[in-house]
């Protein structure tokens, strides 16, 4: 099946403690996002992924940080999370192989930093 | 930033009514995409139309672009109880990957 998986599905951290989010799709697709959604502000662009090490930052990147060292892959990673950053978390992934194509979107993560 | 802005902002229905939602947005797109987030959960494609089509249809749903006035909508006809969910306009940018979405609209549809 194609999904999008993304872990934990949920997490009460502490401020200051580094955390990872991990994200990995089975559908060969180049183009990974991340996305923070808060209320009454939508999904909002964290970090996105062009194709294997190829990363640039969306709309709100700070105090966030990512990786695509695989093309299934994409963690985001919380250097020292603050309170913030709580909020729910996307991963999404699509293919950039023509630009009519839709985005497949994770669970999401509900995170919370005390 | 934000591309769309959907409008209204929350909406309420009597079962087996018509629902339409709006959405706006700023700059040229190659194409417009609607998707469907129940409570809590991920967000799941409804419907893509292009930026050269004008309507679009898939089951219940109607879309319709207007590019001229940078808008569009999405009409759910016949609602159900299982149609209530939060829906989101999202465009896809002419220079990149990138999709923007707005903030959504909240549909409740009542038995």
């Known amino acids: 099946e194609a999904q999008v998986t993304q872990n934990p599905r949920y997490l009460i951290t502490v401020t200051g403690k580094k955390l990872t989010v991990t994200c990995s799709q089975n559908?060969?697709?180049?183009?990974m996002s991340w996305y923070r959604q808060d209320p009454g502000l939508g999904l909002r662009q964290i970090y996105y992924s062009m194709n294997v090490e190829v990363t640039d930052k969306g709309d709100v990147p700070e105090g966030y940080k990512v990786s695509r060292k695989e093309k299934r892959n994409f963690p985001l990673i919380l250097e020292s999370p603050s309170p913030n950053q709580t909020s729910l978390y996307f991963c999404?992934?699509?293919?950039?192989?023509?630009?009519?194509?839709?985005?497949?979107f994770g669970p999401g993560t509900r995170l919370t930093v005390l | 930033s934000q591309q769309g802005e959907e409008d209204p902002q929350a909406l309420s229905i009597q079962e087996g009514e018509n629902a339409t939602m709006n959405c706006s947005y700023k700059t040229s797109i190659n194409n417009l995409q609607w998707y469907r987030q129940n409570s809590g959960r991920g967000l799941v494609h409804l419907i893509l139309?292009?930026?050269?089509?004008r309507e679009k249809h898939s089951g219940r749903l109607r879309v319709t672009l207007d590019t001229s006035k940078k808008s569009s909508s999405l009409l759910i006809t016949a609602s159900r109880a299982a149609d209530t969910a939060s829906y989101f306009c999202?465009?896809?940018?002419?220079?990149?990957?990138?999709?923007?979405f707005g903030a959504g609209t909240t549909v409740t549809v009542r038995a």
């Open positions: 999404a992934s699509r293919s950039s192989g023509g630009i009519y194509n839709e985005q497949f």
């Open positions: 559908m060969n697709h180049e183009y």
């Open positions: 999202a465009t896809d940018g002419e220079d990149d990957y990138k999709l923007s």
């Open positions: 139309i292009r930026s050269n089509e």
